[in-house]
């Protein structure tokens, strides 16, 4: 019994050295199975900080692709004037043109006729303005006449883009001239376009390509220009002197001019 239990711490003491030397002497042989066992499954990979940086733009290489801009395609006067003629129910072009400047509103209106009635076709806003309500006396006063005129002739020589002439003076403004001895009644009265006047009624440049167009078609003898002070459908005006009694008449005339002119 004594025997075996030497044998037994012998064979003990042995195995205690050889495995401690295993352990010491044999990591690089055990310690990755060990590892793959028992270390990577109660271990939580960490977080790279410094794979979790934004990605400099300038480290991607993207191709670019270009934007490819249709321009847009500018529509013609011609066109422009025929959507507005066709909303207005024309087929063809009208027979006769009217047009409304409102020097207080300072809109020029355009009127054709269809069917007997007068049909609205546009309104254009003027883009300048000079002088004041009443009519023009003399020439260099700014003032853009007030009554009924006819167009003289069309300019598509303009330093204004395009223009129509108004034949200021008509017959009435030379003879309310004589009877007050006044001369030098000035002309030159145009409707054009640019932004720019002095006693004319500009409309924009792609306006007055719209009316010049439209004029042409038409043709100058069968259109007339009303200039009125205000828009006499809607309200009135109180001329505070009188110092030219013919006003009166030149606006009663003018109010009944504009009657037939009524937008349903």
Same mark, same amino acid.
Request: aromatic share 12%.
């Given at each position: 019994?004594?025997? $075996? #239990?030497?044998?037994?711490?012998? $064979? %003990?003491?042995?195995?205690? *050295?050889? #495995?401690?030397?295993?352990?010491?002497?044999?990591?690089?042989?055990?310690?990755?199975?060990?590892?793959?066992?028992?270390?990577?499954?109660?271990?939580?990979?960490?977080? =790279?900080?410094? =794979?979790?940086?934004?990605?400099?733009?300038?480290?991607?290489?993207?191709?670019?692709?270009? +934007?490819?801009?249709?321009?847009?395609?500018?529509?013609?006067?011609?066109?422009?004037?025929?959507? &507005?003629?066709? !909303?207005?129910? %024309?087929?063809?072009?009208? +027979?006769?043109?009217?047009?409304?400047?409102?020097?207080?509103?300072?809109?020029?209106?355009?009127?054709?006729?269809?069917?007997?009635?007068?049909?609205?076709?546009?309104?254009?806003?003027? +883009? &300048? %303005?000079?002088?004041?309500?009443?009519?023009? %006396?003399?020439?260099? /006063?700014?003032?853009?006449?007030?009554?009924?005129?006819?167009?003289?002739?069309?300019?598509?020589?303009?330093?204004?883009?395009?223009?129509?002439?108004?034949?200021?003076?008509?017959?009435? /403004?030379?003879?309310?001239?004589?009877?007050?001895?006044?001369?030098?009644?000035?002309? /030159?009265?145009?409707?054009?376009?640019? !932004?720019?006047?002095?006693? =004319?009624?500009?409309?924009? /440049?792609?306006?007055?390509?719209?009316?010049?167009? #439209?004029?042409?078609?038409?043709?100058?003898?069968?259109?007339?220009?009303? *200039?009125?002070?205000?828009?006499?459908?809607?309200?009135?005006?109180?001329?505070? +002197?009188?110092?030219?009694?013919?006003?009166? !008449?030149?606006?009663?005339?003018?109010?009944?001019? #504009?009657?037939? *002119?009524?937008?349903?």
């Amino acid at each position: 019994m004594k025997k $075996f #239990l030497i044998h037994f711490i012998f $064979f %003990f003491t042995i195995l205690s *050295f050889s #495995l401690l030397a295993f352990y010491i002497l044999g990591k690089d042989i055990w310690y990755p199975y060990y590892k793959k066992c028992y270390v990577q499954k109660n271990i939580q990979p960490l977080e =790279c900080k410094e =794979c979790l940086k934004p990605i400099e733009q300038e480290c991607i290489a993207v191709p670019c692709i270009p +934007t490819i801009h249709t321009p847009l395609e500018k529509i013609s006067s011609e066109r422009r004037l025929k959507h &507005a003629l066709a !909303d207005s129910d %024309f087929i063809v072009y009208p +027979t006769e043109l009217t047009l409304i400047g409102l020097k207080n509103e300072q809109l020029l209106e355009v009127w054709g006729k269809l069917n007997g009635q007068q049909v609205h076709i546009r309104t254009y806003p003027f +883009t &300048a %303005f000079s002088g004041r309500l009443g009519p023009k %006396f003399r020439e260099g /006063d700014g003032q853009i006449p007030e009554g009924i005129y006819k167009i003289s002739y069309l300019n598509p020589n303009s330093k204004f883009h395009l223009s129509m002439r108004v034949n200021y003076p008509n017959t009435f /403004d030379k003879k309310m001239a004589r009877q007050e001895k006044r001369s030098n009644l000035g002309g /030159d009265i145009m409707i054009h376009g640019s !932004d720019k006047t002095i006693g =004319c009624v500009p409309i924009g /440049d792609d306006n007055i390509e719209e009316l010049y167009f #439209l004029a042409e078609k038409v043709g100058i003898q069968n259109i007339k220009v009303i *200039f009125s002070p205000i828009d006499f459908r809607l309200t009135d005006i109180r001329i505070k +002197t009188n110092k030219h009694p013919w006003m009166k !008449d030149l606006y009663a005339n003018i109010k009944k001019e #504009l009657k037939p *002119f009524i937008s349903k």
